[in-house]
């Protein structure tokens, strides 16, 4: 069974900083990693989808990368600003049960 | 109107009532998925529906049933509910269901179960 794991579950930084999101998963049999944002009390918006292929993303100050022999995969987002504060959660398409198994999300804190 | 939408965006409701929620998107998009995002859980797939049939039934209790009348619209049907089922209900939609297809999430229902 996939298991998605994100650590910390917060994470509070000055404006400016570059930063790095972590994701680990169980079951390296993925089909694709995505990254999500979630804004308190809304829906998931996609960032970034990496095939299985691609060892990498890159969407304006977001770049995601992806380590399949390691289960890993980190979202970097440069510059940071406070309209990042937000919830990134990662989730990965296992073949095994054809759905995204989903980590419990980080809640990234921008201050001014 | 454009995207995912949910109604209504909050719901209160006592352990006997019997509501329904509903999601409509405009992407022209075929299938559609209803998940349940509980405090301190991660997301949860609960049912999923490609051109109307349904596909995935995430072991989902039998207080919760899907109904898709057509690929646009999907509902999600609650009766008798539990206090532990208190959550945001959150509806997405992708082209065909494929696996290297973003889903496209509407901004959720909030629920609260009495």
């Known amino acids: 069974k996939q298991e998605v794991t994100q650590i910390p579950a917060a994470l509070s930084v000055p404006e400016g900083e570059n930063l790095v999101l972590n994701c680990s998963f169980t079951d390296s049999a993925i089909y694709n990693l995505q990254w999500f944002r979630q804004d308190p009390g809304k829906g998931l918006t996609s960032l970034l989808l990496i095939q299985s292929s691609q060892r990498e993303q890159t969407s304006g100050r977001l770049n995601a990368s992806l380590d399949k022999s390691s289960g890993r995969s980190t979202l970097y987002i440069a510059a940071s600003q406070p309209g990042d504060s937000a919830t990134y959660l990662c989730?990965?398409?296992?073949?095994?049960?054809?759905?995204?198994?989903f980590g419990k999300g980080i809640t990234l804190s921008v201050r001014p | 109107e454009t995207g995912v939408t949910q109604t209504p965006r909050h719901l209160v409701m006592g352990m006997t009532n019997k509501k329904s929620l509903k999601c409509e998107q405009h992407l022209g998009h075929n299938a559609m998925y209803w998940y349940k995002q509980s405090a301190k859980k991660p997301l949860e797939l609960m049912f999923v529906y490609n051109f109307k049939e349904q596909t995935e039934n995430n072991s989902v209790p039998s207080r919760f049933s899907p109904e898709c009348p057509n690929s646009s619209h999907l509902f999600l049907h609650l009766h008798t509910l539990q206090p532990e089922d208190s959550a945001l209900y959150l509806c997405?939609?992708?082209?065909?269901?494929?696996?290297?297809?973003?889903?496209?999430f509407g901004p959720g229902t909030r629920l609260l179960v009495l």
């Open positions: 997405a939609s992708s082209p065909t269901g494929g696996f290297q297809e973003t889903q496209y």
């Open positions: 989730a990965a398409y296992t073949g095994a049960n054809s759905k995204l198994t």
